[in-house]
């Protein structure tokens, strides 16, 4: 089965610079790439996703990034703001199995 | 309307309870999932129902039960359930073959 790593599992940043989190796969077959935030006490909620035939999608602070060959895709937060901070997890799934499989997470915190 | 909804939000049973969890949508998507989250943890997949059909994983014990009386709701059926079963149990739905999953706010358990 599919199997998806996550790193950092923390990261802390100050208020206005960029985050990177980044995530590597194990099924090449994998083709439908999601990030979550969620923040505590709350449900994950669909941020950004990505489809194995795009190299990168950006939407206004957030983008991400997807390398077929190295089977690995990143989230990029630029112009980070407080409220950016809760736990991010990226997913995998194949188009038609319907099965997402979660990274670890990043308790992304960020400092006034 | 994007909402997958839940009840009850939080609840509490002994060992020897039987209890159902609830999770409707009006998105018009036909596949439906439960996960469970413990704290820290991400989500993991328990059952999908997709295509007219449910998927198990197969390391979910038989005390947790499904049921999917049509293509808006999905139900939980719980059973003599152990303290460790305690954790948020998630639902969510998506478009078949579109992979964007949406979830609900969670049913926070906690067996006694």
């Known amino acids: 089965g599919e199997n998806v790593e996550q790193h950092p599992s923390t990261l802390s940043v100050q208020e206005g610079d960029s985050a990177v989190i980044k995530c590597t796969y194990s099924?090449?077959?994998?083709?439908?790439f999601p990030w979550y935030k969620q923040e505590l006490g709350k449900r994950p909620q669909l941020i950004i996703d990505i489809r194995s035939n795009v190299g990168e999608k950006k939407d206004q602070r957030i983008a991400v990034t997807l390398n077929k060959t190295a089977k690995h895709f990143s989230l990029h937060i630029t112009e980070t703001q407080p409220e950016d901070s809760a736990v991010y997890f990226c997913a995998a799934l194949l188009f038609g199995n319907e099965k997402l499989t979660f990274g670890t997470g990043t308790r992304l915190t960020i400092i006034p | 309307d994007t909402e997958v909804t839940q009840t009850p939000k939080h609840l509490v049973m002994g060992m020897t309870n039987k209890k159902s969890l609830k999770c409707e949508q009006h998105m018009g998507h036909r596949a439906m999932y439960w996960y469970k989250q413990k704290a820290k943890k991400p989500p993991e997949l328990m059952f999908v129902y997709s295509y007219e059909k449910l998927s198990i994983n197969e390391s979910v014990p038989s005390r947790f039960s499904p049921e999917c009386p049509n293509s808006s709701l999905l139900n939980l059926h719980l059973h003599a359930l152990q303290p460790e079963d305690s954790a948020l149990y998630l639902c969510a739905s998506s478009q078949e073959g579109r992979g964007k999953q949406y979830f609900g706010p969670g049913t926070r358990l906690t067996v006694l």
């Open positions: 099924d090449s077959a994998s083709n439908y």
